[in-house]
Nanobody, 117 residues
Framework: QVQLVESGGGLVQPGGSLRLSCAAS???????MGWYRQAPGKQRELVAT???????RYADSMKGRFTISRDSAKNTVYLQMSSLKPEDTAVYYC????????????WGQGIQVTVSS
Protein backbone atom coordinates (compact mmCIF):
# COMPACT_ATOMS: atom_id res chain seq x y z
CA GLN A 1 0.00 0.00 0.00
CA VAL A 2 2.98 2.30 0.37
CA GLN A 3 3.83 3.90 -2.93
CA LEU A 4 6.32 6.55 -3.98
CA VAL A 5 5.80 7.90 -7.47
CA GLU A 6 8.77 9.78 -8.87
CA SER A 7 8.76 11.91 -11.99
CA GLY A 8 10.64 14.68 -13.74
CA GLY A 9 13.95 13.12 -14.64
CA GLY A 10 15.56 13.17 -18.02
CA LEU A 11 18.36 14.55 -20.14
CA VAL A 12 19.36 18.20 -19.94
CA GLN A 13 22.26 20.29 -21.12
CA PRO A 14 24.77 21.74 -18.67
CA GLY A 15 23.33 24.86 -17.12
CA GLY A 16 19.80 23.63 -17.62
CA SER A 17 17.05 22.92 -15.12
CA LEU A 18 14.82 20.07 -14.07
CA ARG A 19 12.20 19.58 -11.41
CA LEU A 20 11.77 16.25 -9.71
CA SER A 21 8.57 15.26 -7.96
CA CYS A 22 7.79 12.47 -5.54
CA ALA A 23 4.28 11.74 -4.38
CA ALA A 24 3.84 9.45 -1.39
CA SER A 25 0.70 7.50 -0.64
CA UNK A 26 -0.22 5.05 2.06
CA UNK A 27 2.15 6.63 4.58
CA UNK A 28 1.07 8.21 7.83
CA UNK A 29 2.98 10.67 9.99
CA UNK A 30 5.81 11.55 7.66
CA UNK A 31 8.74 13.02 9.55
CA UNK A 32 10.75 14.13 6.54
CA MET A 33 10.99 13.78 2.79
CA GLY A 34 13.96 14.23 0.58
CA TRP A 35 16.20 13.23 -2.25
CA TYR A 36 19.40 11.24 -2.42
CA ARG A 37 21.46 10.38 -5.45
CA GLN A 38 23.93 7.79 -6.58
CA ALA A 39 26.31 8.18 -9.47
CA PRO A 40 28.04 5.19 -11.07
CA GLY A 41 30.87 3.98 -8.88
CA LYS A 42 29.96 6.29 -6.02
CA GLN A 43 28.12 5.99 -2.73
CA ARG A 44 24.59 7.21 -2.33
CA GLU A 45 24.66 10.74 -1.00
CA LEU A 46 22.29 13.28 0.44
CA VAL A 47 20.93 15.86 -1.95
CA ALA A 48 18.35 17.62 0.18
CA THR A 49 15.72 16.93 2.81
CA UNK A 50 12.80 18.81 4.27
CA UNK A 51 11.28 17.97 7.63
CA UNK A 52 7.63 18.03 8.61
CA UNK A 53 8.37 21.36 10.28
CA UNK A 54 9.83 22.81 7.10
CA UNK A 55 13.51 22.68 8.00
CA UNK A 56 15.73 22.03 4.99
CA ARG A 57 19.14 20.51 4.59
CA TYR A 58 21.33 20.50 1.49
CA ALA A 59 24.59 18.98 0.51
CA ASP A 60 27.21 21.67 0.01
CA SER A 61 27.55 21.03 -3.71
CA MET A 62 23.82 21.46 -4.21
CA LYS A 63 23.16 24.42 -1.95
CA GLY A 64 22.40 27.52 -3.98
CA ARG A 65 21.50 25.54 -7.08
CA PHE A 66 18.85 23.15 -5.84
CA THR A 67 15.71 23.96 -3.91
CA ILE A 68 13.57 21.45 -2.06
CA SER A 69 9.94 22.10 -1.26
CA ARG A 70 6.85 20.18 -0.32
CA ASP A 71 3.10 20.14 -0.59
CA SER A 72 1.85 18.61 2.63
CA ALA A 73 -1.71 18.24 1.40
CA LYS A 74 -0.48 16.07 -1.47
CA ASN A 75 2.34 14.36 0.43
CA THR A 76 4.60 15.45 -2.37
CA VAL A 77 8.19 16.65 -2.31
CA TYR A 78 9.83 18.59 -5.12
CA LEU A 79 13.41 19.22 -6.07
CA GLN A 80 14.02 22.17 -8.35
CA MET A 81 17.44 21.81 -9.92
CA SER A 82 19.15 24.62 -11.79
CA SER A 83 22.62 25.33 -13.13
CA LEU A 84 23.03 21.63 -13.63
CA LYS A 85 26.49 20.23 -14.12
CA PRO A 86 27.66 16.97 -15.68
CA GLU A 87 28.67 15.80 -12.21
CA ASP A 88 25.01 16.00 -11.19
CA THR A 89 24.36 13.01 -13.42
CA ALA A 90 23.03 10.25 -11.20
CA VAL A 91 20.03 8.21 -10.24
CA TYR A 92 17.96 10.28 -7.84
CA TYR A 93 15.99 8.49 -5.14
CA CYS A 94 13.03 9.83 -3.25
CA UNK A 95 13.18 9.20 0.48
CA UNK A 96 10.38 9.31 3.01
CA UNK A 97 11.17 8.94 6.69
CA UNK A 98 8.61 8.03 9.30
CA UNK A 99 8.82 7.61 13.04
CA UNK A 100 10.74 9.39 15.75
CA UNK A 101 11.97 6.77 18.19
CA UNK A 102 12.64 4.14 15.54
CA UNK A 103 12.88 5.91 12.17
CA UNK A 104 12.12 3.97 9.05
CA UNK A 105 12.93 4.96 5.49
CA UNK A 106 10.93 4.28 2.36
CA TRP A 107 12.69 4.61 -0.97
CA GLY A 108 11.52 5.24 -4.48
CA GLN A 109 12.71 3.22 -7.43
CA GLY A 110 15.02 6.00 -8.55
CA ILE A 111 14.88 8.32 -11.52
CA GLN A 112 17.70 9.04 -13.94
CA VAL A 113 19.03 12.56 -14.35
CA THR A 114 21.62 13.00 -17.07
CA VAL A 115 23.42 16.29 -17.67
CA SER A 116 25.26 16.24 -20.94
CA SER A 117 25.78 18.28 -24.07
Amino acid sequence: QVQLVESGGGLVQPGGSLRLSCAASGIISIAAMGWYRQAPGKQRELVATISSGGATRYADSMKGRFTISRDSAKNTVYLQMSSLKPEDTAVYYCNVRIGLITPYDYWGQGIQVTVSS
